[in-house]
């Protein structure tokens, strides 16, 4: 490979989905020298994770980026519902919680994607390939020390003191690495699809449920986005079922929105996702850390995917940042990120997986529920126990927050880059 075609790059971050894109925000902003490869050309990418909880809202407002996200589109959920024949139950309550971000904000992943990439583009040592897709660790004597990658141009190789995997849920680098999975059965999967938004619908996000069936609803502005929840493997069954019989089953579920389910002309307008939830042995090996979905693909129960990966990014970058600067990244270092972040995250897997057991598949099939199973309802009446969800969604176990802050909330520069500047 000619030389013009290695770049030398102290971090080199595989993939720009959250996790990506604020571990390398980040690094730059400490002044890491750092480059982030995405394999496509843009992010546009529908039905991903779009939910912004208060844990990253305050991560925002630390580094200086709340206000300026929040003047992109988005809608705001304060509170979490599940309609019943039987009733309705608020299932997380965040107006209680203290925090300047009482709610969930849902904007497209894209233009959050955008927006933050569009500010770490302000620091000189950040940079962002795009249409570079990551095929090889470069390993030499048991070491990761970079990455090979294509791109339209042809074959490139990045080399660097530290390489992480933060490109999702099928990451093949851990497998490279010989890191080894832990793999769970959930026992339900999703389909997502969107029906249109008219005057006088409800402006609240809600759960449906009804006749053994459980569909999520999210207002996002000019349409629903809508989570149909199935038993696992039960795709084909649906859609063998035919169309028709899909679009009436959502109707009786949600009277609301039965006007409209004539918009699902085919089975296009339907995605499934495949849930699954996993999580690494060991997030690192030398030269190479996985952080995000890479390390832990999440359930989308409580639309937490995003929130935690973006939390292992800044816990990422306030451990590492120092030791890369230096040049010097120990295994105790990269240790030290999954000794952090992994507690929180089998912790948050354990709730999604009673919840998906005890609550979400008692709702489905032929015998499900009229309403939310009785020791769930008598439990969420608790006062201790009521705001719980509320502030396991916002907050999840053990919220990270950014090292170095911004003074001001409207000023554009860092505590950190301020102070290298004026070296
Ligand atoms: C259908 C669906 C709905 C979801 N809904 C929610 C929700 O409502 N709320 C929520 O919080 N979470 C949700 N999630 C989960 C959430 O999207 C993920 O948890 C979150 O995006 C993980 O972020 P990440 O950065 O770790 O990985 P990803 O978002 O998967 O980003 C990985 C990035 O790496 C890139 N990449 C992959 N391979 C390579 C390569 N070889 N070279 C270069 N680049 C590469 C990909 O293109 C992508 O941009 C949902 C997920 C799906 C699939």
Redesign the pocket.
């Known amino acids: 490979m000619r030389t013009e075609e290695i770049q030398r790059v102290t971090c080199c971050v ?7 894109a604020m571990l390398g925000l980040m690094l730059a902003r400490e002044g890491v020298d750092v480059l982030v ?4 050309a843009d992010f546009l990418r529908d ?5 912004l909880h208060p844990s990253t809202m305050e991560i925002m407002d630390e580094l200086g980026l709340a206000e300026g996200l929040l003047d992109l589109e988005h809608t705001k959920a304060p509170k979490i519902e599940a309609r019943f024949p039987g009733g309705t139950v608020t299932v997380a309550d965040l107006r209680r919680l203290k925090t300047r971000y009482p709610y969930i904000t849902f904007m497209p ?1 894209w233009d959050f994607l955008d927006y933050v990439t569009g500010e770490a583009k302000r620091y000189p040592n950040f940079r962002l390939k795009m249409e ?3 095929r090889d660790l470069i390993l030499e004597d048991d070491i990761v020390r970079g990455v090979r ?1 294509e791109t339209p141009e042809g074959p490139r190789e990045a080399r660097a003191l530290l390489t992480v995997a ?4 099928s ?1 093949p680098f851990r497998e490279q690495a010989g890191l080894k999975m832990v793999r769970t059965s959930p026992p339900i999967d999703v389909l ?1 699809f969107r029906l249109s938004r008219r005057e006088g619908d409800p402006e609240d996000t809600f759960g449906y449920a009804g006749g053994g069936r459980f569909m999520v609803v999210i207002n996002r502005g000019e349409y629903w986005q809508i989570a149909y929840a199935i038993r696992k493997g039960e795709y084909q069954n649906v859609r063998a079922a035919g169309l028709e019989a899909f679009r009436r089953s959502v109707g009786d579920t949600i009277p609301d929105l039965a006007d409209r389910t004539g918009e699902l002309h085919d089975w296009d307008a339907v ?1 499934l ?1 495949s849930v699954q939830a996993d999580r690494l042995r060991r997030w690192h090996r030398p030269g190479l850390l996985c ?4 390390a832990h693909a ?1 359930s ?1 129960v409580g ?5 935690l ?1 973006i939390a292992d990014a800044v816990a990422a970058a306030n451990i590492l940042a120092r030791p890369l600067r230096a040049g010097r990244v120990s295994s105790g270092d990269l240790a030290a990120v999954q000794l952090r972040r992994e507690l929180p995250t089998r912790a948050i897997q354990a709730f999604q997986s009673v919840a998906q057991r005890r609550v979400v598949s008692s709702l489905l099939g032929p015998e499900g529920a009229p309403s939310l199973p009785a020791p769930a309802r008598a439990l969420l009446r608790l006062r201790p126990v009521r705001d719980l969800p509320a502030r396991i969604i916002a907050f999840g176990i053990w919220p990270e927050h950014v090292r170095y802050r911004e003074p001001s909330a409207k000023s554009g520069r860092t505590q950190l880059a301020r102070k290298e500047s004026v070296k």
């Open positions: 595989i993939g720009c989905g959250p996790a990506g490869i995405e394999k496509h039905f991903r994770g779009d939910t992943q570079a897709e990551a990658y933060a490109d999702g849920r990451s997502w995605k996702l952080i995000g979905d890479a999440m989308p639309g937490v995917g995003i929130n990966a």
